[in-house]
């Protein structure tokens, strides 16, 4: 029998090879017995030298057999090519396909010679993971009628898609994804999908980040026609519609869909549910709305168990998890991240025997962690971070987890509390582990002993106070992240450590913990933050040469001493250098030109003096600068600046002299807040500064300028027009937090992430003349001016009330006049008024916002004011009727007289008239018995019935 089944299977395929059913046989140089054929090969040739191949991926191309050039697949008994394979797999550097920047400048690029015609037989095609160069996809493909299979994805083509590849009847594989990654790219594009009605036998079609935003709503009508069709990649498509329904379903065998990261914002669509065989789908970003266990609910009752990954991420999906979820037997990876669900973690959970990542991060999930976790035996990933989770997670949770490489879990105000015995031994071998704002302390954990594969670990915020371990330390060299921020851990810290590399950086974060000692040198960290410490000593000075691949250093908040190294200048991969808070000395180095690509440079609060180098504001990248809090002097009269995109500058609270520096609304183009508050800065405001348009923090106050106010700084468009905040692009692996100290209603504050929504102009305690430019009431947005301590004279704005988002008002101590402009009872977001010490005169305003102001402290010392909350009552010389005066302010003298009789006579009049009737009462009282009598029995019965009113009470 085993013979006879062996000849029957031989002759079989003898006889599907004959009719063509196996015509790609892959034959590298071996098994041909049939040469290639000369026109094949000729043509070949041909298309080799339309392609420039700097790589020599080509270089096999030479001799007779083209059977066995590289690439290249022959049919075994007649020698046609029948295969061309030249997928490159290194024309995208570190494996970074979704990024156009990384294309290899050695991957094969050129142009797609159209003597691929002349391969009659070629039926597989694959050109893949190239660099056409955003040259248009040929449409003599259309006529290699023998393709069943296609790939051009990763390629760099654009232009539209010929519709005719719609005449490849034979296709069964067809990937045109990922030509346009990004919106710099101009990709490719489909305007009408009937072509694809014609590819019947199609089973496989990618046209991921391909635009299909010009097609017409019945987009998936047009894949319902491809009845073999059993995997759809739409991903960044540009798709605007979701059809809710379908009215026919034709694409039945579909088991892949992924329609994801496109512009739908849909109610659940219910045609998935007829989808039987679905194992794959993806629906990620696209806002799609409805309750989770409807569509969980639909797609259990309908299919037939075989999903086994479901990605819902960034969507509004909301309601909580069913408890039908443990139905999904199948299931291998659950991502439901960025979206609305609550309620519990349901123990049903527990069921999905087969899963291998769950991720429920960044949703309203309340309760506790189930314990039924702890039998997912081939769990990876588990993923609960961003909920309103609480309880306790005890080794039970982790008992049957022997597989878990990745855990992420953090809470609010440290609800989750981690129960680990001091001797627990976990079945997992963690390669990731994040941690944060769960109460793991306050010992440290002795279990991260038995985690030999750990290369990134971050356990912030997590209330340990212990002595780092001596075998913590013994872990670093496997470790390439590691974060251990916002704790109380103490000890002193290693000298010299090595860190492991994850690509190229390695990240080390202690900062905000008691951890002492000198600064250490740790080879190979690329990111090293030890801010808020206890370290002390003075900076190495060869730390430039010690760590050379440093891109951020943060040492602020110690007590460091002595002076800035000169080599830390000459640093040429450091972005962000923060030494702020410290008790450094002596002088900045004078030459930061290696330091091209600095974006933050932060020296505040330290005892550094001398001059400041011009040197500084010739750093190229430069986008954060503060300086302020030392003792630097000397003017800053500099040649030339070339730091065009800087966006902070602070170095308010030293002791610089001369002019404010005009270059600064010069070449400072960008600037948003400026800050030099506290210098002897002297002569007038220069004009140049109206033309920072960007600008949204202006403090100028504590300095000797004069001369009057620049009108134009009404002009400054982003008090006037609401305007995004940019903050500082430095690198993605540590996001920067922009900090401020200002001086708001009287007090220092530190202003941090509400920084860019700060609209603020403070001049005060100059010794600034002149009047209040009307020109000011135009900075519509502004939210604090304060003009206290200077000279000005003149009133207050009539058009004051104009700045309707003003939070803030002080102009004390100047010689302001007039009378409080009426228009600023409708500054209803006024809470902080500060008028005292000028010679305004008159009533004070008594609506609206002023019925707060009840402090006479912030009126004192103009004598003329009257009203509450002063003592001085406003008679009727000085009401608050301003508009019955002439222009002269003093009124007619003889209306005035004739209103004053009037009011007398009517006084008069009314006083005598209550005198008499009062009189004519009592008089008949007294006269007449019977109305005494029931006048007194009225009063006896009123009486009466309120004391019973009282007793019942």
């Given at each position: 029998?085993?013979?006879?089944?062996?000849?029957?299977?031989?002759?079989?395929?003898?006889?599907?090879?004959?009719?063509?059913?196996?015509?790609?046989?892959?034959?590298?140089?071996?098994?041909?017995?049939?040469?290639?054929?000369?026109?094949?090969?000729?043509?070949?040739?041909?298309?080799?030298?339309?392609?420039?191949?700097p790589?020599?991926?080509?270089?096999?191309?030479i001799?007779?057999?083209?059977?066995?050039?590289?690439?290249?697949?022959?049919?075994?008994?007649?020698?046609?090519?029948?295969?061309?394979?030249?997928?490159?797999?290194?024309?995208?550097l570190?494996?970074?396909?979704?990024?156009?920047?990384?294309?290899?400048p050695?991957?094969?690029?050129?142009?797609?010679s159209?003597?691929?015609?002349?391969?009659?037989?070629?039926?597989?095609?694959?050109?893949?993971?190239n660099?056409?160069?955003?040259?248009?996809?040929?449409?003599?493909?259309?006529?290699?009628?023998k393709?069943?299979?296609?790939?051009?994805?990763?390629?760099n083509?654009?232009?539209?898609?010929?519709?005719?590849?719609?005449?490849?009847?034979?296709?069964?594989?067809?990937?045109?994804?990922?030509?346009?990654?990004?919106?710099?790219?101009?990709?490719?594009?489909?305007?009408?999908l009937?072509w694809?009605?014609?590819?019947?036998?199609?089973e496989?079609?990618?046209?991921g980040?391909?635009?299909?935003?010009?097609?017409?709503?019945?987009?998936?009508?047009?894949?319902?026609?491809?009845?073999?069709?059993?995997?759809?990649?739409?991903?960044?498509?540009?798709?605007q519609?979701?059809?809710?329904?379908?009215?026919?379903?034709?694409?039945?065998?579909?088991?892949?869909?992924d329609?994801?990261?496109?512009?739908?914002?849909?109610?659940?669509?219910?045609?998935?549910?007829?989808?039987?065989?679905?194992?794959?789908?993806?629906?990620?970003?696209?806002?799609?709305?409805?309750?989770?266990?409807?569509?969980?609910?639909?797609?259990?009752?309908?299919?037939n168990?075989?999903?086994?990954?479901?990605?819902l991420?960034?969507?509004?999906?909301?309601?909580?998890?069913?408890?039908s979820?443990?139905?999904f037997?199948?299931?291998?990876?659950?991502?439901?991240?960025?979206?609305?669900?609550?309620?519990?973690?349901?123990?049903?959970?527990?069921s999905?025997?087969?899963?291998?990542?769950?991720?429920?991060?960044?949703?309203?999930?309340?309760?506790?962690?189930?314990?039924?976790m702890?039998?997912?035996?081939?769990?990876?990933?588990?993923?609960l971070?961003q909920?309103?989770?609480?309880?306790?997670?005890?080794?039970?949770?982790?008992?049957?987890?022997?597989?878990?490489?990745?855990?992420?879990?953090?809470?609010?105000?440290k609800?989750?509390?981690?129960?680990?015995?001091s001797?627990?031994?976990?079945?997992?071998?963690?390669?990731?582990?994040?941690?944060?704002?769960?109460?793991?302390?306050?010992s440290?954990?002795?279990?991260?002993?038995?985690?030999?594969?750990?290369?990134?670990?971050?356990?912030?915020?997590?209330?340990?106070?212990?002595?780092?371990?001596?075998?913590?330390?013994?872990?670093?060299?496997?470790?390439?992240?590691?974060?251990?921020?916002?704790?109380?851990?103490?000890?002193?810290?290693?000298?010299?450590?090595?860190?492991a590399?994850?690509?190229?950086?390695a990240?080390?974060?202690?900062?905000?913990?008691?951890?002492?000692?000198?600064?250490?040198?740790?080879?190979?960290?690329?990111?090293?933050?030890?801010?808020?410490?206890?370290?002390?000593?003075?900076?190495?000075?060869s730390?430039?040469r010690?760590?050379?691949?440093?891109?951020?250093?943060?040492?602020?908040?110690?007590?460091?001493?002595?002076?800035?190294?000169?080599?830390?200048?000459?640093?040429?991969?450091?972005?962000?250098?923060?030494?702020?808070?410290?008790?450094?000395?002596?002088e900045?180095?004078?030459?930061?030109?290696?330091?091209?690509?600095?974006?933050?440079?932060?020296?505040?609060?330290?005892?550094?003096?001398?001059?400041?180098?011009?040197?500084?504001?010739?750093?190229?990248?430069?986008?954060?600068?503060?300086?302020n809090?030392?003792?630097?002097?000397?003017?800053?009269?500099?040649?030339?600046?070339?730091?065009?995109?800087?966006?902070?500058?602070?170095?308010?609270?030293?002791?610089?002299?001369?002019?404010?520096?005009?270059?600064?609304?010069?070449?400072?183009?960008?600037?948003?807040?400026?800050?030099?508050?506290?210098?002897?800065?002297?002569?007038?405001?220069?004009?140049q500064?109206?033309?920072?348009?960007?600008?949204?923090?202006l403090?100028?106050?504590?300095?000797?300028?004069?001369?009057?106010?620049?009108?134009?700084?009404?002009?400054?468009?982003?008090?006037?027009?609401?305007?995004?905040?940019?903050?500082?692009?430095?690198?993605?692996?540590?996001?920067?937090?922009?900090?401020m100290?200002?001086?708001?209603?009287?007090?220092?504050?530190?202003?941090s992430?509400?920084?860019?929504?700060?609209?603020?102009?403070?001049?005060?305690?100059?010794?600034?003349?002149?009047?209040?430019?009307?020109?000011?009431?135009?900075?519509?947005?502004?939210?604090?001016?304060?003009?206290?301590?200077?000279?000005?004279?003149?009133?207050?704005?009539?058009?004051?009330?104009?700045?309707?988002?003003?939070?803030?008002?002080?102009?004390?101590?100047?010689?302001?006049?007039?009378?409080?402009?009426?228009?600023?009872?409708?500054?209803?977001?006024?809470?902080?008024?500060?008028?005292?010490?000028?010679?305004?005169s008159?009533?004070?305003?008594?609506?609206?916002?002023?019925?707060?102001?009840?402090?006479?402290?912030?009126?004192?010392?103009?004598?003329?004011?009257?009203?509450?909350?002063?003592?001085?009552?406003?008679?009727?010389?000085?009401?608050?009727d301003?508009?019955?005066?002439?222009?002269?302010?003093?009124g007619?003298?003889?209306?005035?007289?004739?209103?004053?009789?009037?009011?007398?006579?009517?006084s008069?009049g009314?006083?005598?008239?209550?005198?008499?009737?009062?009189?004519?009462?009592?008089?008949?009282?007294?006269?007449?018995?019977?109305?005494?009598?029931t006048y007194?029995?009225?009063?006896?019965?009123?009486?009466?019935?309120?004391?019973?009113?009282v007793?019942?009470?």
């Amino acid at each position: 029998m085993e013979g006879i089944s062996i000849s029957f299977q031989l002759r079989s395929f003898l006889l599907l090879s004959l009719f063509g059913l196996f015509p790609v046989l892959e034959a590298n140089g071996t098994n041909v017995t049939a040469g290639c054929i000369k026109e094949e090969r000729e043509a070949l040739v041909r298309f080799k030298q339309g392609l420039e191949d700097p790589s020599g991926r080509l270089s096999s191309w030479i001799g007779e057999d083209c059977c066995r050039w590289k690439g290249v697949s022959c049919n075994n008994q007649t020698g046609n090519v029948v295969k061309l394979d030249l997928r490159s797999y290194d024309c995208y550097l570190n494996g970074g396909q979704d990024d156009p920047s990384n294309l290899n400048p050695s991957c094969m690029s050129g142009k797609i010679s159209s003597s691929l015609l002349d391969l009659k037989h070629l039926n597989y095609l694959d050109l893949s993971m190239n660099n056409f160069q955003n040259n248009p996809v040929p449409e003599f493909l259309g006529s290699l009628d023998k393709l069943s299979y296609l790939d051009l994805s990763y390629s760099n083509f654009a232009g539209l898609v010929p519709p005719h590849l719609g005449n490849l009847s034979n296709l069964r594989y067809l990937d045109l994804g990922s030509n346009s990654l990004n919106s710099s790219q101009p990709g490719i594009w489909i305007a009408d999908l009937s072509w694809i009605t014609h590819l019947t036998s199609l089973e496989y079609l990618n046209l991921g980040f391909v635009n299909l935003s010009m097609v017409s709503d019945h987009w998936l009508q047009a894949f319902n026609k491809l009845p073999s069709l059993t995997k759809l990649y739409l991903p960044f498509c540009e798709l605007q519609n979701l059809p809710h329904s379908l009215p026919h379903m034709n694409f039945t065998a579909l088991t892949v869909i992924d329609i994801s990261s496109n512009s739908f914002q849909p109610s659940i669509p219910e045609w998935l549910f007829n989808l039987t065989s679905l194992s794959f789908l993806d629906l990620s970003y696209n806002d799609i709305r409805g309750d989770i266990s409807v569509l969980l609910g639909g797609l259990g009752k309908c299919w037939n168990g075989s999903l086994e990954e479901l990605y819902l991420v960034s969507n509004q999906l909301s309601g909580q998890l069913p408890s039908s979820l443990g139905f999904f037997k199948k299931l291998r990876y659950l991502y439901l991240f960025d979206n609305l669900i609550s309620g519990p973690i349901p123990a049903s959970v527990g069921s999905l025997l087969n899963l291998e990542g769950l991720d429920l991060s960044y949703n309203r999930l309340n309760g506790s962690i189930p314990q039924s976790m702890g039998k997912l035996t081939k769990l990876n990933a588990l993923y609960l971070l961003q909920n309103f989770l609480e309880g306790v997670l005890s080794q039970n949770h982790f008992q049957g987890l022997r597989n878990l490489e990745y855990l992420q879990v953090s809470s609010s105000n440290k609800s989750i509390v981690f129960n680990m015995s001091s001797d627990w031994v976990p079945p997992f071998s963690l390669k990731f582990i994040r941690i944060e704002s769960c109460n793991v302390g306050p010992s440290f954990p002795a279990w991260l002993r038995t985690q030999k594969n750990l290369s990134r670990m971050h356990i912030n915020n997590a209330g340990i106070s212990d002595t780092i371990p001596d075998w913590f330390w013994e872990l670093s060299p496997q470790i390439s992240w590691l974060d251990f921020s916002n704790n109380q851990l103490k000890g002193v810290l290693p000298n010299s450590l090595e860190f492991a590399l994850n690509g190229n950086d390695a990240l080390v974060d202690l900062s905000f913990n008691r951890l002492e000692g000198t600064v250490p040198f740790w080879h190979k960290v690329t990111y090293l933050n030890l801010a808020h410490n206890l370290l002390s000593g003075s900076i190495p000075t060869s730390i430039g040469r010690g760590i050379p691949s440093l891109i951020y250093l943060n040492f602020s908040g110690n007590f460091l001493n002595g002076g800035i190294p000169d080599f830390i200048s000459e640093m040429k991969t450091l972005q962000r250098l923060d030494l702020s808070n410290n008790n450094l000395t002596g002088e900045i180095p004078e030459q930061w030109n290696h330091c091209q690509e600095l974006l933050v440079l932060d020296l505040s609060i330290n005892s550094l003096s001398g001059n400041i180098p011009s040197s500084i504001f010739s750093i190229p990248k430069l986008q954060w600068l503060k300086l302020n809090g030392n003792t630097f002097s000397g003017e800053l009269s500099f040649p030339s600046v070339n730091c065009k995109d800087l966006i902070f500058l602070d170095i308010g609270e030293n002791e610089l002299t001369g002019k404010i520096p005009t270059w600064i609304g010069e070449s400072l183009l960008s600037l948003s807040e400026l800050k030099l508050r506290s210098n002897m800065f002297s002569n007038n405001i220069p004009e140049q500064l109206c033309h920072l348009s960007h600008l949204h923090v202006l403090d100028l106050a504590d300095n000797i300028l004069s001369g009057p106010i620049p009108s134009c700084l009404g002009n400054l468009t982003s008090f006037r027009v609401k305007s995004s905040f940019e903050p500082v692009s430095t690198y993605q692996l540590y996001p920067f937090i922009p900090q401020m100290e200002l001086v708001v209603k009287g007090r220092e504050f530190n202003f941090s992430n509400i920084l860019g929504l700060l609209n603020s102009i403070d001049l005060s305690s100059n010794n600034l003349v002149g009047t209040i430019p009307e020109d000011i009431t135009d900075l519509l947005i502004l939210g604090t001016l304060n003009l206290s301590n200077n000279h000005f004279t003149g009133k207050i704005p009539e058009k004051m009330g104009s700045l309707r988002r003003l939070e803030t008002l002080d102009l004390s101590y100047n010689q302001l006049s007039g009378q409080i402009p009426p228009s600023m009872s409708s500054m209803t977001l006024l809470n902080h008024l500060n008028l005292s010490h000028n010679n305004l005169s008159g009533p004070i305003p008594s609506t609206n916002q002023f019925l707060t102001f009840n402090d006479p402290s912030i009126y004192q010392g103009n004598a003329g004011l009257c009203g509450n909350p002063l003592p001085t009552r406003c008679n009727a010389s000085n009401s608050a009727d301003t508009e019955n005066q002439d222009s002269t302010g003093n009124g007619d003298s003889e209306d005035e007289n004739e209103r004053h009789d009037e009011v007398i006579s009517f006084s008069i009049g009314v006083g005598l008239g209550f005198v008499f009737g009062l009189l004519g009462i009592i008089g008949s009282l007294l006269l007449n018995k019977s109305w005494r009598n029931t006048y007194f029995h009225y009063i006896d019965g009123f009486l009466k019935r309120a004391l019973a009113g009282v007793a019942k009470k």
